[in-house]
């Protein structure tokens, strides 16, 4: 029988690897995310909610109130859609660097990170 500390440990490396998952990777495993719940978060950081995957873009020390779901300047939904279709992109939740989107027919790459342009006016790269 494993002891309730040696799980707990488990639990904590398990969290550990799972930051290193790539979004569409993390979003087949959300278990493997801890969930959400008052405290200090680091940006990047991911976490369940009711449910979905978020990614802490600004850290900060939550409270009830900043939860993913209400608190959209501090979290933004974890998805899969593929490439995505550009769309403008607010300053709370830009896109970074090796995000990828569709746009005019081509498929790019964003060079940078909080990027708020469009692409083929700064900050991407055409790829293949």
Same mark, same amino acid.
């Given at each position: 029988? %494993? ?9 904590? +490396?398990?969290?550990?690897?799972? *930051? ?21 978060? &680091? ?14 873009? #600004? &850290?900060? +020390? =939550? ?7 209400? =608190?959209?300047? $501090?979290?933004? $939904?974890?998805?899969? *859609?593929? %490439?995505?279709?550009? #769309? ?17 027919? #081509?498929? /790019? ?7 708020? /342009? ?9 790829? &293949?």
């Amino acid at each position: 029988m %494993i002891s309730k500390r040696h799980a707990y440990r488990i639990r904590a +490396e398990i969290e550990r690897h799972a *930051e290193t998952l790539p979004d569409d990777t993390a979003l087949e495993v959300p278990e493997m995310f801890a969930k959400w719940e008052p405290r200090a978060y &680091a940006k990047d950081e991911r976490v369940r909610y009711d449910g979905k995957l978020y990614r802490c873009i #600004q &850290a900060h +020390e =939550a409270n009830e109130t900043w939860n993913p779901a209400d =608190a959209v300047s $501090l979290w933004a $939904l974890v998805i899969n *859609e593929g %490439i995505p279709e550009w #769309q403008q992109p607010s300053s709370t939740n830009p896109y970074m660097k090796g995000d990828k989107v569709k746009h005019n027919g #081509q498929t /790019w790459v964003s060079d940078v990170d909080n990027n708020v /342009w469009e692409p083929g006016v700064y900050g991407w790269s055409v790829i &293949a």
